[in-house]
């Protein structure tokens, strides 16, 4: 039950974006490009679209990659997380400060004023 769950995280993690704007595509999408030995994709192969013959070669597990967290135009020089590990915080090249949601990955705040690289 536990890798079940796990593998329901990550599969709503990294389809995130297509559940939220498109949630009726859930089945003929995000099934279909989360890796072959996903759990969740193992149990609902039989709602996968038969119509689409041509499938896109996936690995066989997710991606070490958890989440990006995109916003600022330059390099980000360094990151911390906050004392109760909710919040993250990236100084960047391009002389802004973004604090993020750490679960989320949301940009919560931008702090500008810097003249250079932070």
């Not at 149990?43 to 119509?51: G, I, K, R, T």
């Not at 750490?102 to 932070?118: I, N």
Request: hydrophobic share 40%; with cysteine.
């Amino acid at each position: 039950l536990a890798q079940l769950v796990q593998d329901a995280r990550r599969f709503i993690m990294y389809h995130k974006g297509a559940i939220e704007g498109y949630p009726l595509q859930t089945y003929a999408s995000a099934l279909l490009f989360s890796p072959t030995g996903s759990l969740i994709r193992q149990l609902f192969q039989h709602e996968e679209p038969e119509a689409i013959s041509i499938r896109p070669a996936l690995s066989d597990r997710w991606s070490a990659c958890l989440q990006t967290l995109e916003g600022h135009s330059h390099w980000v020089n360094s990151v911390a997380f906050s004392h109760d590990s909710t919040r993250l915080a990236s100084a960047s090249r391009d002389s802004t400060v973004k604090i993020w949601d750490a679960s989320s990955g949301a940009c919560l705040q931008t702090l500008e004023g810097h003249s250079d690289s932070v």
